[in-house]
């Protein structure tokens, strides 16, 4: 497995379908990005290979992210900082770090899908997740709210953003069978099936 590599690749903004792997050290060094590895054995076994980072900014502020791999060069964060998540890079993402005592106020300004998880410190972390990217008014409004410790944007790291219509195509796997069948539509065509 590369994590290395591929984490290098993304926080570069690399196409992993066509950016040669081998080059990512070197690349990463000329661009300036400074980073340091320490690979060991006390990561808990899971079913597929998992990432536990510390990201540190040159102003001292850090996050913790546990990750876990999907496959196919798919990960997702499965927490920060000690709090469960679950963010996928499939959408638009925004982590609103909150009070746990300020939590019903923020969640009534929020509409769409959205989880809230708390943590061991008195904080929780809800994020929100969307299809369209996140209006600017709203992040104001919950910057300037009482007990908001962070606001932050995740953006979708891959070409294609799932729709959440049932009305929309490939929406099921069912969908994708009922194309299977139809050899002749224009989706089954697109599909190569």
């Known amino acids: 497995m590369h ?3 591929a984490f290098l690749l993304g926080v570069l903004k690399k196409d992993i379908r066509t950016y040669p792997l081998d080059d990512i050290y070197a690349d990463a060094e000329a661009s300036g990005l400074s980073y340091t590895y320490e690979f060991t054995d006390n990561v808990p076994a899971r079913p597929s290979e998992s990432a536990w ?3 540190s900014s040159e102003t001292g502020d850090t996050v913790f992210v546990k990750t876990a791999s999907l496959g196919g060069g798919e990960i997702y964060i499965d927490e920060l ?3 469960k998540t679950y963010i996928d890079g499939k959408y ?3 982590l609103i770090r909150v009070a746990a005592a300020c939590v019903p106020s ?3 300004m929020l509409s769409g899908t959205y989880s809230t998880a708390d943590g061991d410190s008195g904080e929780s972390l809800i994020t929100l997740r969307s299809s369209t990217p996140i209006a600017p008014d709203l992040v104001a409004r919950l910057r300037a709210a009482e007990g908001v410790v962070y606001v932050r944007f995740v953006n979708p790291v891959y070409d294609i953003i799932p ?3 049932p009305n929309a195509l490939y929406h099921s796997q069912g969908n994708v069978r009922l194309c299977r069948g139809e050899k002749n539509s224009p989706v089954a065509g697109r599909l190569g099936l």
């Open 3 to 5: 994590s290395d590599k």
């Open 53 to 55: 980072l510390t990201l």
């Open 81 to 83: 900082d000690g709090i």
């Open 92 to 94: 638009f993402y925004l």
């Open 106 to 108: 923020i969640e009534k």
């Open 163 to 165: 729709r959440q219509s």
